[in-house]
């Protein structure tokens, strides 16, 4: 029992047994009995409104504490809530994620076929492009999205080859600018489902899809991306006094 019905309890006790002490003791049960009506209800709304009052006081107290834990019910309902909520759209964030990642792949296989391909410098047929392209769909879609990491990385020292690879012609600019675009939307998405960026640092940093995000931005000059694969963007190699920096990060 809360302890402001006790305290009500008691202080009631005491009260009405003084009251009765009172009563029995000075005015005396015979002449309070042929008092008239009013001095009756007189005497007992005088003795029981101090009464009323307490209790009163306590229902108010009580009340309020029934608020206080009715509003902390509230607030972890509504916690409980968000967190059911954050964990639906980081289902559904996933989901979407796999579907993007196998639009990257294929974006990719069309760009390293434009690269690599019978119209490209003819080191894959294309023949061999179905073979690998069949592989992709089925069991590993960053399959040419890593080609493409290892086609950069091998003419990283190569500016103008570097600028040939992504941007040479107007479908591999095309492919560049889809996956960039492709990819910064995923980016996003993951920004908005990430409480602490864990998810968007493994992505942009910790995947082949992230890192052929950051060899394109680098490529085409983009500031906000830091240098990496051992070079600097193509105006910084251009100066090596500028571009040693960046070599040895």
């Not at 029995?24 to 005088?46: K, Q, R």
């Not at 009163?56 to 902390?72: D, R, S, W, Y």
């Not at 410098?121 to 073979?131: C, D, I, K, L, Q």
Request: proline share 3%.
């Amino acid at each position: 029992m809360d302890w402001r019905v006790l305290l009500g309890l008691s202080v009631s006790t005491i009260w009405v047994g003084m009251g009765l002490i009172y009563l029995l003791s000075v005015v005396g049960l015979s002449n309070f009995v042929y008092l008239p009506t009013a001095d009756i209800g007189s005497f007992l709304e005088g003795a029981f409104a101090p009464l009323a009052f307490l209790w009163l006081v306590i229902g108010h107290f009580m009340q309020q504490k029934e608020i206080t834990a009715n509003t902390t019910a509230i607030k972890l309902q509504e916690e409980s809530a968000r967190k059911m909520e954050l964990h639906s759209r980081r289902d559904s964030y996933f989901k979407l994620m796999s579907l993007v990642n196998d639009q990257l792949g294929a974006i990719s296989a069309f760009h390293f076929i434009s690269v690599c391909g019978p119209t490209g410098n003819g080191e894959m047929t294309s023949e061999e492009f179905a073979e690998l392209r069949g592989q992709a769909s089925t069991s590993d879609n960053a399959l040419f999205v890593r080609r493409m990491i290892s086609l950069a990385i091998a003419n990283r020292e190569n500016p103008e080859m570097m600028h040939d690879i992504f941007y040479g012609t107007e479908i591999r600019t095309r492919h560049s600018e889809n996956y960039t675009r492709t990819f910064g939307k995923l980016l996003q998405a993951a920004k908005d489902v990430d409480t602490d960026e864990m998810l968007t640092d493994a992505l942009l940093n910790g995947s082949a899809q992230g890192l052929l995000y950051r060899i394109i931005g680098m490529v085409n000059e983009d500031k906000s991306i830091a240098p990496f694969l051992g070079t600097a963007p193509a105006d910084a190699a251009a100066n090596p006094k500028q571009a040693e920096p960046a070599a040895a990060t």
